[in-house]
């Protein structure tokens, strides 16, 4: 097989065969080499040169440098999960280089941690203003549902018409929501939810 001798712009002067290292046009990545036959006055192919690339490195991808005189190596974490430092969202990185700014590898254990420059730090004022957050939604959700499961009782006593078995029920329910009413949220969680009664 007949090599291609080239003259000082790597232009062909004759024709032959040569192995050129490809590598991709935005990112400069060596992605592959490949055997080539140049025809006389030929240069080789775009993104590619005769160079051969340097060894391989762990944790490390292979590219042209900027002004493409040689092979470099640079940082790859593609595929590495990274959490946003200000709101602990995961990013998927996706390029090379190394770790952009604003970011950390650790990860967040709650919802609730903020970044303290280091490490995360559990805020545990935010969790405590989230349970009695929660704490107010549980007790208006079921006022509600008890006030909605008496309202036709209600009517009946006025009326006159409500039997002994759903009077007995009736004074079950006011009791227990009156045990609700008594729940102060931002005393979470010093306190136990009222069973209601039966339906």
């Known amino acids: 097989m007949h090599s291609v001798k080239f003259d000082d712009n790597y232009i062909a002067l004759e024709a032959g065969f040569i192995t050129v290292y490809n ?70 990185i996706n390029h090379l280089g190394d770790y952009p700014v604003g970011l950390t590898t650790l990860k967040p254990a709650t919802p609730y941690d903020r970044w303290n420059g280091t490490t995360w730090v559990t805020d545990t004022a935010a969790i405590k203003n989230q349970q009695i957050v929660e704490a107010e939604r549980t007790k208006s959700e079921l006022l509600a549902n008890a006030k909605n499961m008496i309202s036709e009782w209600q009517t009946e006593l006025q009326l006159g018409l409500i039997d002994e078995t759903d009077k007995a029920s009736l004074i079950n329910w006011l009791a227990y929501i009156k045990e609700l009413k008594a729940i102060i949220p931002s005393d979470w969680p010093k306190f136990n939810w009222p069973q209601h009664p039966a339906e």
């Open 23 to 92: 590598y991709d046009e935005n990112t400069r990545e060596y992605s592959s080499s490949s055997l080539e036959y140049l025809m006389e006055g030929v240069g080789i192919p775009a993104n590619s040169t005769i160079e051969a690339p340097i060894e391989n490195k762990t944790g490390y991808a292979i590219r042209r440098s900027v002004i493409h005189s040689g092979w470099e190596h640079v940082s790859d974490h593609r595929g590495e999960t990274l959490y946003k430092c200000d709101t602990g969202e995961p990013v998927l």
